[in-house]
């Protein structure tokens, strides 16, 4: 009698059991195969917004470089038609903010261009500022080297008047000159506190320049000037900040792995990144002289209908 009472309580106990292992497996198997799915959405949908972010760059070095061909194309006595020209650029890009013209001008030809570009601009002098120091106005270099002062802007308002007459002391400038001239291509720089934004140190950097040489027509490998774009890089990477289908929060960073941009790599970075763990994909942006590495992170891995 005791036997049998032990068998009516046994046998409902292992099928217990074994229905409650079968239901789990079967919960961890729909688990994992809707976490696999959700990875999969993600990464093709981070594979669509670092291809976006490509496409839109590509777009704008493209712009600048119409607006370098202008210079190589036409004649000097026509350049002063730069702006009907370059209104037509700026206008057509969300994130290209201003074209700037750099001529090459000798140490024995600035005081004749400063009276020139006085002509349209009265206000016009040519100024720098050395790494680490002031604003300083004239021409500072050793040994005589050519420098590159902004000459004209597009559009002219008052915050790219801010930007013309400065020309770069510093050498890694010499070093973009260096490598546009020797490879033909634009210079993307690491983010910059933009002149259009003001002198403050403490202002955010939000800018990146892009570098676009101008070769002679008769002499392709003399240099004569360079077109400079004038980007509000954060423009770019809000924009593939995105929701996914489930609601989800896609968060975003983007770390810069070009040169000199060590010391202050992140462009950009979702609120929340630090503390939020969720899954993470890496996708590349190459530009011609450097690698944007782009992080995507889901804020949560899955979502509480899943």
């Given at each position: 009698m005791q036997q049998l009472t032990k068998k009516k309580y046994l046998y409902p106990f292992l099928v217990f059991n074994f229905a409650l292992l079968l239901t789990l497996y079967a919960v961890y198997f729909v688990y994992q195969s809707q976490f696999k799915y959700t990875v999969s959405l993600v990464d093709k949908l981070a594979e669509q917004?670092?291809?976006?972010?490509?496409?839109?760059?590509?777009?704008?070095?493209?712009?600048?470089?119409?607006?370098?061909?202008?210079?190589?194309?036409?004649?000097?006595?026509?350049?002063?038609?730069?702006?009907?020209?370059?209104?037509?650029?700026?206008?057509?890009?969300?994130?290209?903010?201003?074209?700037?013209?750099?001529?090459?001008?000798?140490?024995?030809?600035?005081?004749?261009?400063?009276?020139?570009?006085?002509?349209?601009?009265?206000?016009?002098?040519?100024?720098?500022?050395?790494?680490?120091?002031?604003?300083?106005?004239?021409?500072?270099?050793?040994?005589?080297?050519?420098?590159?002062?902004?000459?004209?802007?597009?559009?002219?308002?008052?915050?790219n008047f801010n930007a013309l007459g400065y020309y770069s002391s510093r050498l890694r400038f010499q070093l973009v000159l260096d490598g546009i001239r020797e490879t033909g291509q634009p210079s993307v720089s690491d983010k910059i506190r933009l002149l259009q934004d003001g002198f403050d140190r403490s202002l955010a950097k939000t800018g990146l320049l892009v570098y676009h040489p101008v070769f002679s027509s008769e002499n392709a490998k003399e240099l004569v000037g360079v077109v400079i774009g004038v980007i509000r890089s954060t423009k770019y990477f809000e924009s593939i900040v995105v929701r996914t289908?489930?609601?989800?929060?896609?968060?975003?960073?983007?770390?810069?792995?070009?040169?000199?941009?060590?010391?202050?790599?992140?462009?950009?970075?979702?609120?929340?990144?630090?503390?939020?763990?969720?899954?993470?994909?890496?996708?590349?942006?190459?530009?011609?002289?450097?690698?944007?590495?782009?992080?995507?992170?889901?804020?949560?891995?899955?979502?509480?209908?899943?």
């Open positions: 917004q670092a291809e976006n972010l490509q496409q839109v760059v590509e777009s704008d070095l493209q712009f600048i470089g119409a607006g370098a061909n202008f210079f190589h194309a036409t004649q000097p006595e026509d350049w002063h038609r730069f702006p009907v020209f370059a209104d037509q650029i700026v206008s057509s890009s969300q994130t290209l903010i201003a074209l700037q013209w750099m001529p090459r001008i000798e140490h024995h030809q600035v005081a004749a261009h400063v009276e020139k570009v006085k002509r349209t601009y009265p206000f016009y002098e040519i100024y720098t500022v050395p790494k680490d120091g002031p604003k300083t106005l004239g021409y500072i270099m050793r040994n005589d080297e050519p420098i590159y002062p902004a000459s004209d802007v597009y559009p002219r308002n008052q915050a289908a489930t609601e989800q929060d896609l968060l975003v960073k983007v770390t810069d792995m070009g040169f000199d941009a060590e010391d202050d790599p992140i462009l950009y970075e979702s609120n929340n990144w630090d503390v939020t763990s969720g899954i993470e994909i890496t996708k590349r942006v190459v530009l011609p002289n450097r690698e944007w590495i782009v992080d995507f992170k889901l804020d949560r891995k899955v979502t509480d209908n899943d």
